[in-house]
């Protein structure tokens, strides 16, 4: 398991290094199925741990589990015009039933069975719209019956041509959130709330910066009203899109007859939303914080938060430093931390800590004979200020908590100021150009509105609006004119290149 | 959403009444996909429960979670040549990647797109042993690689003709286990270990007594060695395969060349083992406890364990009663209880008891102003005890998560003592005939071991060998001979009707 391959450095392959840190680290695999990957124990706890941080917020602000089909018809997909047009060109087709053996020699030789081929198409779920307010329409009478707040977990399938491990994959994991709101303002507050618990989450157990605004005509969700998005930069100054929450208006509402009755007696569409985080997330993790030793992983989604690294010469030894280290761990472990004691044998400590630096966990303790009768540890940082110190074994639990929560601020700390040294504000169209061909981050400037001057700068520069961002993102003064075509501005807007 | 709609009567159509009350407790819905069902918050609820209770057990017994690819080549399938002939007839094939306009009249017809055909179907998994195992043959190398145990929780199709809620559906949640060890005898320890997991929790959680023991041939997972099940007896007299665990011994890792270096230096092949179960288990939950006023629920797995039903008639009344039934919900509530707090003013209480019985909430406080004058509340106890007595407030918590054990036990002791009225030990043919063409239930006797007992019997009463017991549930006397055929009996065997 413990390779000793070097991982690429960012600077010389940042693709490259982005690889080679997941597969170092054993977050993830490819698969013998085109496009897809296997997610390993280490990268699906990860995962489980942004599953459960995300899932209590949903159901603190209001919102049940539910499970909806993976299959929906194709029709149903064309029901909704924009929608049906924006997935038409990445859905798998499911369209026989069984297998048959073929004539071939060898009793293992199969094929589709002709005879059972389905008289309509079934879409593999590329988001659940259509199948969601489908069933919407069966529960949904009464003003009573609103809001109705969803969130389902699954499998989604796009049928994607280029793809990167976690960051687009043709099967990946995520959430979708389906609401129905008896009024469009409602809708737009759901919208908007939900994008602010994405935020909550990925700058407070991410320790991921993101910029929230509006998306663009040209980028907006397929069917929806307002497209709001987080993006975050990664270290190669290449934006992440790494969530989104959609304000549908009465579109799919329309096209599925979700009505109800109002208090008045009258009879309405309902206003839907709906919003989704992936486990394209753990790509922008490793994105944001990891180094050329590896994984760094923010201590509040690190499967393991501490390891303890045992260090002895003689059997004597041996046996004081593991009984030392096993009342450590179970004094963290207590107090709640996620603590491994890496008793081998098989490895010196050297190949210990390259194994769990490569694995991301923040805080390494070193226990040897010297430590032991100095009733100590060797504390060693992965990052968040990095270092090694003593710490005392007295206390020891509350001390790494509170290491642990330092190194999570710092982690976000150190991501914001580098965003914040990749980002340009009020640029010129030359700066911009300049800026664009060159290190790349994030450009603020005015912006006509227009698709036209869109389409021209993403032609030239490969750069896209990411967001019209929210006020608390804006330049303390609006830009008066487009950057790139110099017209009046009717948003600030944030360019850069992405993934 | 609360509809006066009655129930079927079990003793008029158990079928019905099966569907009525996941219908009435908004545990499920029918989709528009064809054997496809939604399962609704209150249901997916229950999975929930589920999930947490074994997963905590999956970890404790070294196990980890991982992620495989939905899509399985369609030749990978064909490689275990007993494992393609069991599952083809069931698979959903992918075969198209695209959608395309057709050229009639309309926008939004679709069709699949010629040009997108995929070279080689795609397979849904019907279950993972094969994409599995081909990433197994990748990650191990060596004994110090062994024992990998890992689990994945997912969705799982297989193509059913006849679909029931929960019980049979096209498309279920599930999870697998999936293992490789050095040795057959880990393996088969691994498989029988599992099979005890899975018995704790449906004795301990869904109360709900299981017998275990061997499959015969012709019930065996195709490409094992060995099955293992866990069979248990619902309110109608027929048995459900609750959860199985497989020895695959070296079939898979044959197929896929999962091979591993021995401490000697040597090449062997691993031994593997599968196990599973799925949300069928929340149909044995519901034909196990519930009645004909709808859910049971035992309570380690009640969505909601405790409703509190304010009753007032006065808006001084009112405040009064919300009041002491909020500061009851908070005390419950920091005690860990599920609780709500029914303070809908739309409903009258007795409609509010209605609801909260069909939904399977176990206790019920009712909360009037002469019950606070008195500090009490009425605890009316859905089943497992049944009837309704006044509870002190003071100290309330305790007395319910009392209240809760006693009844969480008493459903268990009740649907075994149901189990037990309804099996017959060392039967003669003439009682077998009588006993399946009557009441029918488990029925013990000899078993000559041969396939052509087997189909006889099956064709004759439509019972099959649900399992050779363990040795906890045999007789304590040997049957001798087989009660069908009347040669030497090789192993007791139990019989049903089933699912």
Sequence with gaps: MAQAKKITPRAQDFSEWYNDVIMQAELADYSPVRGCMVIRPHGYRIWELMQRALDDMFKATGH?????????PMSFLAKEAEHVEGFAKEVALVTHTRLKATGKAGAQAVMPDPASVLEEPLVIR???????????AKWIQSYRDLPLLLNQWCNIVRWEFRTRLFLRTTEFLWQEGHTAHATEAEAEAEARRMLGVYRTFQEQWMAMPVITGLKTESEKFAGALRTYALEALMQDNKALQAGTSH????NFAKAFTVQYQTAAGGLEYVWNTSWGVSTRMIGGLVMTHSDDNGLVCPPKLAPVQVAIVPIWKSEEERGQVLGV????KDELSSAGVRVELDARDSLKPGAKYFEWEAKGVPLRLEIGPRDVAAGQAMAARRAGGGGKAPVKLDGLARTVVLALDEIQAALLKTARERREAHSVRDVSKQQ????MKGTGGFAYGGYCGSGACEAEIKQQTGATVRVLPDPEFRSPEAPQTCMWCGKPSVAEAVWAQAY
């Design 126 to 136: 590329p988001t659940s719209e259509t199948i969601i307010y489908a069933m919407f």
């Design 325 to 328: 280290g096993g009342q450590v």
């Design 64 to 72: 049940q589990n539910a499970y909806f089909p993976l299959f929906i």
């Design 247 to 250: 304000n549908l208006g009465q």
């Design 432 to 435: 911009f150009l300049e800026f």
